[in-house]
């Protein structure tokens, strides 16, 4: 079963404008931590914004931030103010657990964004 | 300081050929990973190291894979007798934190992938 799920292919924004990209998630483990990654045509991951499962107030990073939903199991990351240097494809990912079993990301199959002027 | 590093950034092999990709982790990253990302896909997970030892390889598809990290530094994915499902960008990282450490944060840093492209 996918433990991460993005359900929008594609999305369009216009500079300067704000917008959403969804991510849904699924484990049973208590513990578990969300990432949000850029992936430019170069190909490079470029890590982005992090919510552990425990923390109490959605993550902010500059203009990124997450809107993090913990019954919904959803980890939305919302990008304000966007620039055309944000077209990109975005990758939400997921470690479960802090021991020894958490180390490997999932990702889902990403969100292709492009910023139009 | 430098990044992740990989080599070579791209990769045309026969089918059936032996390629061996190389991942060059940050300095003093304990713990290093591969992933295999198809085209239009997310990364997919293969292996995990902590330093020389390889904790995880539940991912690798197949026994034609094979990677090592025998200084516990350098990493190498080998693939023996490529196939054409092999094509795929392959992703190392590397982190500075074990998988037990109790921090769940401990970032990923991703080098720039090697392109395989098996004909």
């Known amino acids: 079963a996918q433990k991460i799920t993005q359900t929008q292919p594609g999305m369009f924004v216009q500079e300067k404008e704000a917008v959403t990209l969804d991510c849904t998630y699924d484990t049973s483990d208590p513990s578990y931590g969300l990432f949000w990654y850029k992936q430019p045509s170069s190909g490079e991951m470029i890590f982005l914004i992090y919510q552990g499962s425990y923390d109490q107030q959605n993550a902010t990073e500059g203009r990124y931030s997450l809107n993090f939903q913990k019954a919904r199991k959803s980890a939305n990351l919302v990008i304000s103010a966007s620039q055309l240097g944000d077209s990109a494809m975005y990758f939400c990912?997921?470690?479960?657990?802090?021991?020894?079993?958490?180390?490997?990301?999932?990702f889902g199959k990403g969100t292709s964004l492009l910023v139009t002027p | 300081g430098a990044g992740v590093s990989q080599s070579p950034r791209y990769k045309v092999a026969k089918r059936g050929q032996d390629v061996a990709l190389r991942c060059d982790p940050i300095?003093?990253?304990?713990?290093l990973f591969w992933y295999q990302q198809a085209l239009g896909q997310g990364p997919e997970f293969l292996t995990y190291?902590?330093?020389?030892?390889?904790?995880?390889k539940s991912g690798l598809p197949s026994d034609r894979f094979f990677a090592e990290r025998p200084e516990g530094s350098v990493s190498t994915l080998k693939i023996q007798r490529t196939q054409q499902e092999d094509s795929a960008v392959y992703l190392c990282?590397?982190?500075?934190?074990?998988?037990?450490?109790?921090?769940?944060?401990?970032?990923?840093?991703f080098g720039p992938g090697t392109r395989l492209t098996v004909l």
């Open positions: 190291f902590q330093n020389e030892a390889q904790l995880d």
């Open positions: 990282a590397s982190s500075f934190f074990t998988s037990g450490s109790g921090n769940s944060y401990n970032e990923q840093f």
């Open positions: 300095s003093g990253h304990v713990s």
């Open positions: 990912a997921m470690r479960e657990g802090f021991g020894n079993s958490g180390y490997a990301l999932n």
